[in-house]
């Protein structure tokens, strides 16, 4: 099984900060990394996919990067409404496997 | 708009069983893979369960494996799982979803609200 590893698990920033999320891969996933956000009491959303794609509709603060085993989730200049819980997850093999989650907060 | 509406959570006993529905609208429901996804209270995201478009494959956590089972009806559009043999630790939110693409393996968009399955005696 692939295991993906989230880091911090926990963030304060200020509105308008550069927020920068990891996840690595227990081993090389091909680029099939996605990244979700979870506001509280509401289900997950997609917002990044194929490691560095924009769902539809989500703004362009959010960027994704990164290969082989190592990615990256960044928020260009935090929001209010980006308080979220942040997760990334591998689809290159079953079973599919979440990061353990990061806890995005407004200071 | 593609909506998911779960059903058919609720309180059970350890060693129940349970059957939750997701009914989908707004899309080619038969065209699509679907999914559970489950999170047990303050805890983090745990793929159940896939199956392919028709429900010839399917594919199980392994700590779900032998106890649950996923199915479809592709002329009602709704998704379903079948709980047996629940554990305390089988307690969360199941959430369906749909996959993104037609890929099998696949980022999951979008979840439904989810249902709650609580497992106490």
């Known amino acids: 099984d692939i295991q993906m590893t989230q880091s911090p698990s926990s963030v304060f920033a200020s509105v308008g900060d550069r927020v920068t999320i990891t996840c690595r891969a227990s081993q090389t996933i091909n680029g099939w990394l996605g990244w979700y956000q979870q506001k509280p009491g509401k289900a997950p959303k997609l917002l990044i996919y194929?490691?560095?794609s924009l769902q539809s509709g989500v703004p362009s603060r959010f960027s994704g990067s990164g290969s082989g085993t190592d990615f990256t989730l960044t928020i260009s200049s935090l929001q209010p409404e980006d308080l979220a819980t942040y997760y990334c997850?591998?689809?290159?093999?079953?079973?599919?496997?979440f990061g353990g989650g990061t806890k995005v907060e407004i200071k | 708009e593609v909506q998911l509406l779960e059903s058919g959570g609720g309180l059970v006993q350890p060693g129940g069983s349970l059957r939750l529905s997701c009914a989908a609208s707004?899309?080619?429901?038969?065209?699509?893979?679907m999914s559970w996804v489950r999170q047990a209270p303050g805890k983090g995201l745990e793929w159940v369960s896939t199956?392919?478009?028709?429900?010839?494959?399917?594919y199980y956590a392994d700590s779900v494996k032998g106890r649950f089972t996923v199915s479809r009806d592709n002329s009602k559009n709704r998704l379903y799982l079948q709980i047996n043999s629940l554990r305390t630790e089988d307690t969360a939110v199941y959430h369906c979803?749909?996959?993104?693409?037609?890929?099998?393996?696949?980022?999951?968009?979008?979840w439904g609200q989810g249902t709650l399955v609580t497992v106490s005696s």
């Open positions: 707004g899309f080619r429901f038969s065209d699509y893979g």
């Open positions: 194929s490691t560095s």
């Open positions: 997850q591998q689809a290159n093999s079953f079973p599919l496997t």
């Open positions: 979803a749909k996959s993104w693409s037609d890929l099998l393996i696949n980022w999951f968009d979008p």
């Open positions: 199956i392919n478009f028709s429900g010839a494959d399917t």
